[in-house]
Nanobody, 119 residues
Framework: QVQLVESGGGLVQAGGSLRLSCAAS????????MGWYRQAPGKQRELVAA???????NYADSVKGRFTISRDNAKNTVHLQMNSLKPEDTAVYYC?????????????WGRGTQVTVSS
């Protein structure tokens, strides 16, 4: 089984910063795509940022220039540095990984971590 453990969420004032981390454990030989999604109350889950094993990144327009995604392939971890946070960034943030082959092939999700930005 794959376990994704997220950390780093919390309450911050507008303009502040948070760093989210996600560690994947299990018999994992390769992860091609790692990313962060978020879901605000009453809204659909949306992609925030994603990164390939080669380091290519993709960001939602709403976070470009403020958030930075990074990963450590050796440790199967992914991070999301969030700066200049806004109240509209308030949501539950979910870690997501895609394993391309093997018994654990497929998409896996973390349980989520709450990020609350006060105005």
């Amino acid at each position: 089984q794959v376990q994704l453990v997220e950390s780093g969420g919390g309450l911050v004032q507008a303009g502040g910063s948070l760093r989210l981390s996600c560690a994947a454990s299990g018999t994992i030989f390769s992860i091609n795509l790692m990313g962060w999604y978020r879901q605000a109350p009453g809204k659909q889950r949306e992609l925030v940022a994603a990164i390939t094993s080669g380091g290519s990144t993709n960001y939602a327009d709403s976070v470009k220039g403020r958030f930075t995604i990074s990963r450590d392939n050796a440790k199967n971890t992914v991070h999301l540095q969030m700066n200049s946070l806004k109240p509209e960034d308030t949501a539950v943030y979910y870690c997501n990984i895609n394993i391309p082959f093997g018994n654990l092939k497929g998409e896996h999700w973390g349980r989520g971590t709450q990020v609350t930005v006060s105005s």
